[in-house]
């Protein structure tokens, strides 16, 4: 099993930035891939991105690409998402997500459901 350790979160204005991280621990061997999630108040978890964690390959939900990043830091083992252009409906909480089969994590990135290990989320509030 994997554990993961969000943090970056935090309240921010209309049109601002924020970097998310994670962190993985224990069982990361089996975790070939990391992804990105949110979930606003009422709403559905969706997914946001992808990427394989030996780095290359990802993926951005349409939706989010041009304002979110997710990339990985392979010497330091940390996933991070980068956050610009802020919206109000951006408010959310934010999840990474670890999975041992790449196709799994896409269809999970692309419903917003399916199996992985979570993290506990970091909340990202966009307000003026």
């Known amino acids: 099993q994997v554990q993961l350790a969000e943090s970056g979160g935090g309240s921010v204005q209309p049109g601002g930035s924020l970097r998310l991280s994670c962190i993985p621990s224990g069982d990361t061997y089996s975790r070939c891939c990391m992804g990105w999630f949110r979930q606003a108040p009422g709403k559905e978890r969706e997914g946001i991105a992808a990427i394989f964690a030996a780095g290359g390959t990802s993926y951005t939900v349409d939706s989010m690409k041009g304002r979110f990043t997710i990339s990985i830091d392979r010497a330091k083992n940390i996933l991070y998402l980068d956050m610009n252009g802020l919206k109000p409906e951006d408010t959310a909480m934010y999840y990474c997500?670890?999975?041992?089969?790449?196709?799994?994590?896409?269809?999970?990135?692309?419903?917003?459901?399916?199996?992985?290990?979570w993290g506990q989320g970091t909340q990202v509030t966009v307000s003026s």
């Open positions: 997500a670890a999975n041992g089969s790449w196709p799994s994590l896409l269809k999970s990135v692309m419903t917003g459901t399916g199996p992985a290990d």
